[in-house]
Nanobody
Framework: QVQLEESGGGLVQTGGSLRLSCVVS????????MGWFRQAPGKEREFIAA???????????TYAVALKGRFTMFRDNTKNTVYLQMDRLKPEDTAVYYC??????????????????WGQGTQVTVSS
């Protein structure tokens, strides 16, 4: 059974930082690309970043242009875990944050439809 479990969300003040974790089980982690998305109330799920599978290209990471520079995604393949480091947080970053996994190469990494597996999400709230 494939499971993706996010953690690390919470309440933080504007300008603060959080690091989200996503622990993956039930699949061969090194063969899967991972993505982070977020969804604010009343809005569509939004792409944040994606990182290639270790077996493809270890250093390949893609970011949403608007978030690059404040958000950093990385993976620890020894722990089957992917992280999202979020710095200089703003109230508009408030959302539920999800991780996702897929084994296929290519395609649009920003599309929710390309990911086979999803976590349940973790809430991030940034106070002004």
């Amino acid at each position: 059974q494939v499971q993706l479990e996010e953690s690390g969300g919470g309440l933080v003040q504007t300008g603060g930082s959080l690091r989200l974790s996503c622990v993956v089980s039930g699949l061969t982690f090194n063969n899967y690309a991972m993505g982070w998305f977020r969804q604010a109330p009343g809005k569509e799920r939004e792409f944040i970043a994606a990182i290639a599978a270790l077996s493809w290209s270890p250093s390949s990471t893609t970011y949403a242009v608007a978030l690059k520079g404040r958000f950093t995604m990385f993976r620890d393949n020894t722990k089957n875990t992917v992280y999202l480091q979020m710095d200089r947080l703003k109230p508009e970053d408030t959302a539920v944050y999800y991780c996702a996994a897929d084994f296929r190469r290519g395609g649009n990494w920003a599309a929710t439809s390309r990911y086979a597996y999803w976590g349940q999400g973790t809430q991030v709230t940034v106070s002004s």
